[in-house]
């Protein structure tokens, strides 16, 4: 009887977007319910200005790191097998510009919108990212592509 193969994807906990998304919704539900009223102490000039900047730079990063998965041919999906190790342009820099990315995007709505809230649950989701995502994506590309990620990894930070 054959052993049954592994799965050839990395068995991420739930899709980055809907992990963001939920704790944004999350912090927004509870801003709502519990507004806090933090943010009428800053001006709404200065607040649209850093959310701008944080939602620009994001939408900027993750084209960048999605255009060199497409151009890799690779399955941006976490939860469907990766064809081939990308390590060159914003990867020399961060493992995981994506998941940076979305840090960034939720950051900027959170502050766009005035919520402490949101805001406050980052640091929850980003937990959730990490040991239910970027840490499973990482066992199975080192399975995957053995000493070239070790290698890899070894110069190349995880964040930023």
Not at 33 to 62: F, M, Y
Not at 134 to 139: A, G, S, Y
Request: glycine share 8%; hydrophobic share 50%.
């Amino acid at each position: 009887m054959a052993e049954p193969e592994e799965p050839d994807h990395a068995g991420v906990f739930a899709p980055p977007p809907v992990i963001f998304g939920t704790g944004l919704a999350l912090g927004l539900a509870v801003d709502w319910i519990a507004p806090t009223g933090i943010w009428e102490t800053v001006g709404r000039d200065l607040r649209i200005a850093l959310a701008s900047g944080l939602v620009i730079c994001s939408l900027g990063l993750a084209a960048v790191a999605v255009f060199q998965f497409w151009r890799a041919k690779t399955h941006l999906e976490p939860w469907k097998p990766t064809t081939a190790l990308i390590t060159g342009g914003i990867y020399r820099f961060s493992r995981n510009p994506i998941y940076l990315a979305l840090a960034l995007l939720y950051a900027g709505i959170a502050v766009a919108l005035a919520s402490i809230w949101a805001l406050t649950l980052l640091i929850p989701v980003l937990l959730v990212m990490e040991f239910g995502v970027v840490r499973r994506e990482e066992r199975y590309l080192e399975a995957k592509f053995g000493e070239t990620y070790r290698s890899y990894r070894t110069r190349v930070r995880r964040w930023i």
